[in-house]
């Protein structure tokens, strides 16, 4: 998920693998995609699929020398193509699931279909929203009885988010917060990270009609019991502007076949 969070121009804000299905906030950077040039495209594209005989012949400078124009124009189509699917949720969705897929059919030496259907999508179009959506998000493994506390459930936004403010830095893979400083470097989630924590902690304590897990009452609050209550959160933020409109939060068919 974070290797194609790379190649697309598509930021994660926020994930949980669950045994069965994954949950993930997207935001969706078309201006990103729009700006990039025809070799940028390409290598991106080239970075998790094969692209054309051409398309790779263009990548070598010396081949692409001697390329014709017709071979060029068929390049230049293809980059268009590529372009679009940089910033396509489905593209990103099918190739997320698809490499789950193949996997576990590996794994368990069969064939066929492994998720039940296609994932599921709903917008996200203001700030409450995507908070709510996040933590809902970031909280799974508690609501499911999985884990204990946010920062030691498996495979979640949450976890990695904390472990590298406990190294003084934001996690590069993720869509940072910009912790109350603006500027137009970057996007970024426009909230404090503390903030961010604290309304998960607090949220995670609640109990949840049909939910068999949420956090202890006895647990110290989460700034405390990991170390950062007296952090410098502003040491945290880089130069990052905040833009929404494009937000989406995902989750994926939950899988076909019983382990």
Known sequence: MLK????????ICAYAVMSNHTHVVLHVDKEKAIGMDGEEVLQRWHTLQKGTLLTRKYMDKQQRAVMSEAEIEHVLSCVAIYRKRLYDISWFMRLLNEYIARMANKEDECTGRFWEGRFKSQALLDEGALLACMAYV??????????????SSLYTS????????????QPRSL????????????????????????L????GRALMLGKPGC???HCEPILLRTGLAMSDWA??????ESHFANDVSVSIARKKRIA
């Open 138 to 151: 970031d909280l799974n493994p508690i609501r499911a009885g999985k884990a204990l506390r946010p920062e």
């Open 175 to 198: 869509m940072q917060f910009d912790n109350g400083r603006k500027d137009t470097s970057r996007k970024s989630l426009p909230f404090q990270l503390k903030d961010y924590l604290e």
């Open 215 to 217: 956090i202890a009452t």
């Open 158 to 169: 949450i976890k990695l988010r904390v472990a590298c403010a406990q190294k003084r830095r």
């Open 4 to 11: 194609l969070a790379g190649a697309f121009a598509i930021d």
């Open 235 to 240: 040491i945290l933020s880089k130069g990052i």
């Open 200 to 203: 998960v902690d607090q949220s």
